[in-house]
């Protein structure tokens, strides 16, 4: 645990509640964190992945199983263990979970194309990924365009909170109270 408190840190610095709730909680967290989060390498992501995997596998096996996880990283590189990264998300892509990447900066993000899996569904140790859970956005596309940035990086999320229900035959409940923006 020392090392993932180094390494990796919930948005808002609480590794053992790294939850936010709805958009304003996202909203609140990433207000939060800009005087205290830096970016710097190496970038290991799987203990990440891992770790929300855990919290989404713990949600499947409830009763009413209606919780949905969505990881969002921000990185300005590449991840150094991509190939633990591509084993975790291949482990992850049956749980109710999406990772969502924006990659910050002039980095070559190439590997993190290859994540996304829009042109080939990911494979680990001859395990293919039951659905693509990953969209990865590369900021410097929407510099120009900003209002366009919330748009792609949700872009497929509809889709795999969906697709994750549908194959478990999992009836989402009616929302109760809609957060305002």
């Not at 203990?47 to 929300?52: Q, S, T, Y």
């Not at 290859?114 to 395990?127: I, M």
Request: glycine share 6%.
């Amino acid at each position: 645990k020392q090392w993932y408190q180094r390494r990796v840190r919930a948005l808002y610095g609480n590794a053992d509640n790294p939850l936010c709730n709805g958009v304003p909680g996202v909203m609140e967290a990433y207000k939060n964190s800009l005087l205290h989060v830096g970016l710097s390498g190496p970038t290991n992501c799987a203990p990440m992945i891992r770790h929300v995997s855990r919290l989404a596998i713990t949600a499947a096996q409830s009763r009413t199983a209606q919780n949905y996880y969505v990881l969002l990283i921000l990185t300005d590189g590449q991840f150094t263990d991509i190939y633990d990264c591509i084993g975790a998300i291949v482990e992850a892509s049956d749980y109710p979970m999406s990772i969502i990447i924006i990659g910050v900066g002039m980095a070559d993000f190439s590997d993190m194309e290859r994540l996304d899996a829009d042109k080939k569904a990911l494979q680990f140790n001859g395990r293919k990924a039951s659905r693509d859970i990953v969209q990865f956005v590369p900021f410097r596309s929407y510099i120009n365009s900003i209002g366009a940035l919330p748009g792609a990086v949700l872009a497929e999320l509809p889709r795999q909170v969906e697709e994750y229900y549908r194959k478990r035959r999992i009836t989402p409940r009616a929302v109760q109270h809609m957060p305002s923006l």
